[in-house]
């Protein structure tokens, strides 16, 4: 980008990444993606209209569709136990692969999945978001309705949870937090099956 002609909302959010890239979500700013882009400050507000709010509105919904393409990947053609470990190692690879664009996620609140339609629009991003693929990969439980819906909640939260902790330092280095993933994995998997009805209202994963 050498110039205002060349300026689109994609490409301002493409440049914003870059930025956050480099210095994390605190490093997100106009004066910082202009001058990357080598444009003044005024010329984003043609793209961004409602300036750094909107500009860090649309770079949450590029990330969590960055996310969500990947998660939608991981999952193809997978089902039961597969599906979900495939998901959960995907989900953790991109958090560890791009921890700054990650941490947008959660700086100055998640975008969620039926939020800013509009700025979906702005950038092409997909209605989609890592919520549905969370319901897809569990389908092969034979989980439906509320039971569902407190499945991918947990599916979701223990995603988001390691990551959480990972790239931030949260584990630190005495153990591989792989090999923790790895066994968290199979607990989680092992809780989704219906004989063992961990995740649902029964109590049967209790008895001998």
Do not use: I, N
């Amino acid at each position: 980008m050498t110039g205002r002609a060349a300026l689109t909302p994609a490409r301002v959010v493409a440049t914003a990444l870059l930025v956050v890239d480099g210095g994390g979500p605190a490093a997100l700013t106009l004066t910082s993606v202009a001058g990357r882009a080598g444009v003044a400050v005024p010329s984003l507000y043609k793209h961004v209209p409602g300036g750094l709010p909107d500009l860090r509105a649309l770079v949450r919904l590029q990330v969590r569709a960055e996310l969500t393409a990947a998660l939608w990947r991981s999952v193809r053609g997978l089902g039961g136990d597969d599906a979900v470990a495939a998901l959960l190692g995907a989900y953790r690879a991109y958090a560890l692969g791009h921890p700054h664009r990650y941490a947008v996620l959660t700086t100055d609140g998640e975008v969620s999945d039926r939020a800013a339609p509009a700025a979906a629009v702005a950038v092409g991003g997909p209605a989609e978001g890592p919520s549905d693929v969370f319901a897809a990969a569990l389908a092969g439980y034979g989980l439906a309705g509320e039971e569902l819906l407190h499945a991918a909640r947990c599916l979701r939260a223990v995603a988001h949870g390691f990551a959480s902790l990972e790239t931030t330092g949260g584990f630190g280095p005495a153990v591989d937090a792989g090999a923790t993933h790895a066994r968290l994995t199979t607990l989680l998997s092992w809780g989704l099956r219906p004989s063992q009805a961990f995740l649902t209202g029964s109590r049967a994963w209790v008895a001998a």
